[in-house]
Nanobody, 124 residues
Framework: VQLQASGGGLVQAGGSLRLSCAASGGTFSKYTMGWFRQAPGKEREFVAAISWSGGSTYYADSVKGRFTISRDNVKNTVYLQMNSLKPEDTTVYYC??????????????????WGQGTQVTVSS
């Protein structure tokens, strides 16, 4: 599975961005899709995930209520709508595909396929 993330950019604090991740080369609807982010010198951290059907979503506490993950299994694309952005959201965001068990859905080791990352910068 190949993943291509896009939609990053520069936005003021309080603003919004929508990230997209287009998948190819596999059966998209088989996979749980996740978004992670990684700042320089830090571990890659979980942001959000969505089950193969879209029926279940999961969020890190730091983004709950501000970010929304969704997917379109016809377009083979997963989205991350980011609202009320804060300067501390500034980093590179990665999409990922995998088949984790529910208890491991926030673990980066659970995802076999990764996109190339897209930079999000939030100015204060």
């Amino acid at each position: 599975v190949q993943l291509q993330a896009s939609g990053g950019g520069l936005v003021q604090a309080g603003g919004s961005l929508r990230l997209s991740c287009a998948a190819s080369g596999g059966t998209f609807s088989k996979y749980t899709m996740g978004w992670f982010r990684q700042a320089p010198g830090k571990e890659r951290e979980f942001v959000a995930a969505i089950s193969w059907s879209g029926g279940s979503t999961y969020y890190a506490d730091s983004v709950k209520g501000r970010f929304t993950i969704s997917r379109d299994n016809v377009k083979n694309t997963v989205y991350l709508q980011m609202n009320s952005l804060k300067p501390e959201d500034t980093t590179v965001y990665y999409c990922a595909a995998g088949r984790p068990i529910t208890s491991a859905i926030m673990r980066r080791e659970s995802y076999a396929y990764w996109g190339q990352g897209t930079q999000v910068t939030v100015s204060s």
